[in-house]
């Protein structure tokens, strides 16, 4: 069996039992109020594979694994399918599912109070991480450019990027720097002991956006590489963002609308920009030569 496949099997077995199990193991018991070491009033979670984590930290892990389930796992198959064919949309969609898995189990290792499936989560991340290198060496970026359409959407992608990357910017240092100040954590998270999230979103995710947003206005070869794995992380996280929103107003009848109402926005334009990218990279190789501007840097 080729290796590469072999790698990416294991990938999926073990997403598909940390998933499941989340899904399956939430357990019974009603959640236990303390007050923590900060002073902080905290609900945390009493049953489950979550359990001692915030209740809505564990309500989003729920939310996460269910997602995984019906949308990042099926996208994977997907990716491998069209990426074994010599697609080059299938190699983009790879290196963009192994993207998001890294960054997702990342978190979770990190993040989540300490259970059973702390090694599947260090194992997928790390394994992830591998087999995204090893796709991102098969791409032949030289031919790249023949493979770009006329009518690419330059602007669209680059102010898409561009306003993610501003948004969470802006969203996370709007809380950080205030209670950084204040010698305080955020009451949102309490219960937690540190804002992991937000390190990965400011770390990877922002880095990534406006990095496919300068070398897609340079016109570099290596913008529409990094936009695939942008867009497709996107995807993924324009139906969970939404999902997280709708899931609180659900159960508790209320969200933060200053933070929902944009971000669902967002992700709305997100799935259009994501589809628009993938009709217009990829096709069949040109004879002509590739988009004016286009560099090969």
């Given at each position: 069996?080729?290796?590469?496949?072999?790698?990416?099997?294991?990938?999926?077995?073990?997403?598909?039992?940390a998933a499941g199990a989340g899904l399956l193991y939430q357990g019974q018991g009603a959640p236990i109020?303390?007050?923590?070491?900060?002073?902080?009033?905290?609900?945390?979670?009493?049953?489950?594979?979550?359990?001692?984590?915030?209740?809505?930290?564990?309500?989003?892990?729920?939310?996460?694994?269910?997602?995984?389930?019906?949308?990042?796992?099926?996208?994977?198959?997907?990716?491998?399918?069209?990426?074994?064919?010599?697609?080059?949309?299938?190699?983009?969609?790879?290196?963009?599912?192994?993207?998001?898995?890294?960054?997702?189990?990342?978190?979770?290792?990190?993040?989540?109070?300490?259970?059973?499936?702390?090694?599947?989560?260090?194992?997928?991340?790390?394994?992830?991480?591998?087999?995204?290198?090893?796709?991102?060496?098969?791409?032949?970026?030289?031919?790249?450019?023949?493979?770009?359409?006329?009518?690419?959407?330059?602007?669209?992608?680059?102010?898409?990027?561009?306003?993610?990357?501003?948004?969470?910017?802006?969203?996370?240092?709007?809380?950080?720097?205030?209670?950084?100040?204040?010698?305080?954590?955020?009451?949102?998270?309490?219960?937690?002991?540190?804002?992991?999230?937000?390190?990965?979103?400011?770390?990877?995710?922002?880095?990534?956006?406006?990095?496919?947003?300068?070398?897609?206005?340079?016109?570099?070869?290596?913008?529409?590489?990094?936009?695939?794995?942008?867009?497709?992380?996107?995807?993924?996280?324009?139906?969970?963002?939404?999902?997280?929103?709708?899931?609180?107003?659900?159960?508790?009848?209320?969200?933060?609308?200053?933070?929902?109402?944009?971000?669902?926005?967002?992700?709305?334009?997100?799935?259009?920009?994501?589809?628009?990218?993938?009709?217009?990279?990829?096709?069949?190789?040109?004879?002509?030569?590739?988009?004016?501007?286009?560099?090969?840097?």
């Amino acid at each position: 069996m080729n290796k590469r496949l072999f790698l990416y099997g294991l990938i999926f077995l073990l997403v598909l039992v940390a998933a499941g199990a989340g899904l399956l193991y939430q357990g019974q018991g009603a959640p236990i109020s303390v007050t923590t070491v900060r002073g902080e009033h905290a609900t945390y979670q009493s049953g489950g594979l979550y359990r001692y984590n915030p209740a809505s930290v564990a309500r989003e892990g729920i939310v996460w694994d269910a997602i995984d389930i019906v949308l990042a796992l099926p996208l994977f198959i997907a990716a491998i399918w069209l990426d074994r064919r010599g697609s080059l949309r299938g190699r983009l969609l790879l290196l963009g599912t192994l993207f998001y898995f890294t960054y997702k189990y990342f978190q979770y290792a990190v993040m989540l109070a300490f259970n059973p499936l702390f090694l599947v989560y260090v194992a997928i991340f790390t394994l992830s991480a591998v087999a995204f290198f090893m796709a991102l060496a098969g791409v032949d970026v030289a031919r790249l450019p023949n493979r770009i359409s006329d009518h690419f959407p330059h602007r669209l992608i680059i102010g898409f990027t561009s306003v993610m990357g501003v948004a969470l910017i802006l969203m996370w240092l709007g809380r950080i720097i205030p209670y950084t100040l204040a010698d305080r954590f955020p009451d949102e998270f309490a219960g937690m002991t540190t804002l992991v999230t937000q390190a990965l979103d400011l770390g990877m995710v922002v880095p990534l956006m406006l990095t496919t947003a300068v070398l897609l206005w340079r016109r570099s070869v290596w913008g529409y590489l990094l936009g695939g794995i942008s867009m497709t992380f996107g995807l993924i996280m324009s139906i969970t963002i939404p999902a997280w929103i709708v899931v609180p107003l659900i159960q508790d009848g209320q969200v933060n609308p200053v933070e929902a109402a944009p971000f669902s926005v967002l992700c709305l334009i997100g799935l259009y920009v994501f589809w628009q990218y993938f009709r217009n990279i990829g096709g069949e190789s040109r004879t002509t030569s590739a988009p004016r501007g286009v560099a090969l840097r």
